[in-house]
């Protein structure tokens, strides 16, 4: 305290300034104190002493008094910054010089007066060291400097004189005015630290306000007692497109709360900010809807109750920040994430809500409720066919007419694509069910005009009912699932309830694909081989390679059960390559004007690397191309028409036959016909039986695709000829080629290469 030493902790630099910031603003006043306190030393010694002597001494002390004042102005900004060692030396050594130059009096001067001149002295520089101790309060080391060298020349003093009562009695003065100044800095010291910590609080919330209120968005807001506006800062003002003086003292509420005010209608969030005005407590983040000037916005408002000294509530401070764009955002992304963006119809995280409060609803008041997967018939065909954008305006229409048909407790979303799906909250009526499924059926498949486009789908619904179909939301959808399989198996354009037993046909579904999948390696799959004849001579001229399964687990599997799946899982494209190497192997065993008819799906054709396939089989047989015939359906070029084309056309730039299997039955035969030049048109077997039964419409287009083929010098194959009748028939229509079971069921590879054998060709004969 003292400044003899400093501890290491703590900012000793800091708290110096503090202490010797005091001493500029006294010097002055020091300075005629101690001129004071000489003349009265000269009027008690001016009897005694040469006035030459007393005039020296009191020189000798004002020239050591203004070096030291003028050392101690220098000091006065020490509060803003660290006195250094040397300023602290030099002072000390201007205080030990002034108490060296007051304590010539008492040396010196007392020598030539008697005892009460003495104690007189004594009597001025006792004032001299009080004086002191009290201006140099925040600086107790020049105080102690001063008392300790004076007080010490006046007790060595009255020693000498025999006065030891007056030498003790200055002892104890000295000690007691030395510990009163070290008390009394650390009082001053302690006073200007707590005071300087305030000043530096105070300047740091002032900052913060003002970093406050120059933001964008935030602002502070206060109100008396009576709600109404105090102390309106200028960011609060433009908050409320006013000026501030045009706010003061204006009730909050009716400057929020626009045409409200007026009509007494308030919005429920001004409601709750009175009352919790009113009821004086504090809030945070209030969310309250404002109207300034016909236009709405929503404010974040916090608050706490302000109270005075004696207790009395005086009002409310807080702050405020304009949300309404971050409110926005927030209900713009909640929209996204609970609507379907094309359609504006709910999505699947809203529907499967919906769903559940229905099944909660269902099971609160034992009745019903039901959901229907809708999904639209041939949507993927004109999606691919005329481009995303008509799709994805058509979806818009369906979308369109689906919410027309909707009643209030139905709620229609969009599941992803294609797919809707409607939740029924109350389903006790489950004849409204089919009429609903069948009003959206026939809705749906009303014409479309998008685009200068007439376009036409269809819709099947799979419907399931909570809880009898299920108790979670999950197995209800997936329940609902299962029966618009089974709609879209049956050929679309219906809808179709759940029944257990699909549960049956699913899990047999999933059994069949997992040995699918393990077919190959286990040399489950094996060819069968249908002769296709001459139509006049009855000579094989090749044969359609047809694929059989002998399953380990499931023993003989149809075609029309595992060749879907296989579509389905892709498994169609390693299975197709085996098939091509297997038949082709098998061709090179036969004649060589015999060729082989080799199926392929649209998985195949859309795989990059499938005329590969084919030229590594023809190279590994041996086979010559133009013995290989790739027959294809109309659907694969619904799907991606350019590039099964191009790959179609790759395959008959090497040589390859292409035929084109059922046609009639897809959706433009004649489109595909004029795009490309098929080596062979078969025609679907449910004309040649209908020619046969002399069905007008049959014959026709049996007589028409003939007729065709011929002018674009394109074969004809009849397929599913079984009876002698319907031979006959296709024999009189021109037909080129014959394939069905009067000339042949499908056959092994031993079977089929007998037909060449010369026992055959006897018999033939």
């Not at 969030?269 to 236009?295: I, P, T």
């Amino acid at each position: 305290m003292i400044g003899l030493r400093e501890p290491a902790e703590g900012d000793w630099g800091r708290l110096r300034g503090l202490q010797y910031s005091s001493l500029g603003k006294l010097a002055f006043a020091r300075l005629f104190a101690h001129a004071l306190a000489a003349l009265l030393v000269l009027q008690i010694y001016a009897p005694n002493l040469h006035v030459a002597a007393l005039v020296g001494w009191m020189a000798v002390l004002i020239g050591v008094l203004i070096v030291g004042a003028r050392f101690d102005r220098s000091l006065q900004d020490a509060d803003r910054r660290r006195v250094s060692r040397q300023e602290m030396h030099r002072q000390t050594i201007s205080s030990l010089g002034v108490a060296a130059v007051w304590s010539v009096p008492m040396l010196v001067f007392s020598h030539f007066g008697d005892p009460g001149q003495r104690l007189m002295l004594w009597t001025v520089l006792a004032l001299l060291m009080t004086g002191m101790a009290i201006t140099f309060a925040a600086l107790p080391i020049a105080t102690v400097m001063f008392s300790g060298v004076v007080g010490l020349t006046a007790i060595v003093t009255f020693a000498i004189w025999g006065q030891f009562t007056a030498a003790a009695v200055a002892f104890a003065f000295v000690v007691i005015v030395s510990i009163g100044a070290v008390d009394a800095a650390r009082n001053f010291l302690g006073a200007r630290v707590a005071e300087a910590g305030m000043a530096e609080k105070a300047e740091v919330v002032s900052l913060l306000l003002r970093e406050f209120e120059e933001g964008d968005a935030d602002w502070l807001w206060q109100v008396d007692a009576t709600r109404r506006v105090r102390s309106v800062s200028p960011r609060f003002a433009f908050a409320l497109g006013d000026d501030p003086e045009d706010v003061e003292g204006k009730p909050l509420i009716q400057l929020i709360a626009g045409e409200a005010w007026d009509t007494g209608h308030f919005h429920s969030s001004l409601h709750d900010l009175a009352e919790r005005l009113k009821r004086r407590e504090s809030f945070s983040n209030l969310m309250v809807r404002v109207v300034l000037r016909g236009n709405p916005r929503w404010w974040e408002l916090s608050a706490s109750p302000k109270f005075d000294e004696n207790g009395t509530f005086v009002g409310f401070r807080g702050v405020g920040s304009d949300v309404t764009e971050q409110r926005e955002s927030a209900e713009k992304i909640a929209w996204l994430a609970r609507y379907d963006t094309l359609t504006g119809l709910p999505n699947r995280l809203m529907l499967t809500e919906a769903l559940g409060d229905a099944m909660v609803y269902a099971e609160k008041w034992r009745t019903n409720c039901a959901f229907l997967m809708i999904d639209l018939d041939r949507f993927k065909a004109i999606n691919d066919t005329l481009g995303h954008l008509v799709g994805d305006q058509l979806l818009a229409l369906v979308s369109e007419r689906l919410k027309k048909i909707a009643r209030e407790n139905e709620v229609c979303g969009r599941l992803g694509g294609d797919e809707f799906g409607v939740v029924v909250r109350d389903a006790g009526n489950v004849q409204r069910i089919a009429d609903l499924s069948a009003a959206m059926i026939s809705a749906l498949s009303m014409p479309y005009e998008v685009d200068h486009h007439t376009l036409y789908v269809g819709a099947s619904i799979g419907s399931a009912f909570g809880p009898r179909d299920g108790a979670t939301v999950e197995t209800l959808l997936r329940n609902a699932d299962l029966a618009l399989y089974r709609a879209k198996d049956e050929g679309g354009g219906r809808h179709c309830t759940y029944e257990p037993s699909l549960h049956a046909h699913a899990e047999e579904r999933r059994k069949l694909e997992f040995s699918l999948r393990h077919a190959l390696e286990r040399d489950e799959f094996s060819l069968m081989y249908q002769p296709v004849v001459d139509a006049i001579t009855e000579k094989v001229l090749s044969f359609e390679a047809l694929l059989r399964w002998n399953s380990a687990e499931n023993g003989f599997v149809s075609p029309v059960k595992f060749v879907p799946i296989a579509e389905d899982t892709r498994l169609i494209v390693p299975i197709g390559e085996w098939v091509l190497r297997t038949a082709c192997r098998e061709a090179m065993k036969w004649p060589g004007n015999v060729k082989i008819a080799v199926n392929v799906s649209g998985e195949q054709l859309l795989d990059p690397y499938f005329a590969e396939t084919v030229v590594g089989a023809l190279a590994a047989s041996g086979l010559s191309p133009h013995r290989l015939e790739i027959e294809v359906t109309e659907s694969i070029f619904v799907r991606d028409g350019t590039t099964a084309q191009m790959t179609l056309e790759n395959l008959m730039g090497i040589g390859c036959g292409v035929a084109l299997d059922d046609f009639g039955t897809g959706y433009s035969s004649l489109g595909y016909l004029r795009k490309m030049r098929f080596s062979t048109i078969k025609v679907d077997r449910s004309f040649v039986q209908g020619a046969a039964r002399e069905n007008p419409e049959s014959l026709a287009i049996c007589r028409a695709v003939v007729a065709m083929a011929d002018s674009l010098e394109m074969s004809t194959t009849a397929e599913g000829v079984e009876t002698e009748l319907e031979l006959e028939v296709i024999r009189k229509i021109g037909c080129k080629k014959i394939q069905g079971y009067y000339f042949g069921r499908p056959m092994s590879g031993a079977d089929a290469l007998a037909l060449f054998g010369p026992a055959r060709q006897r018999q033939r004969a």
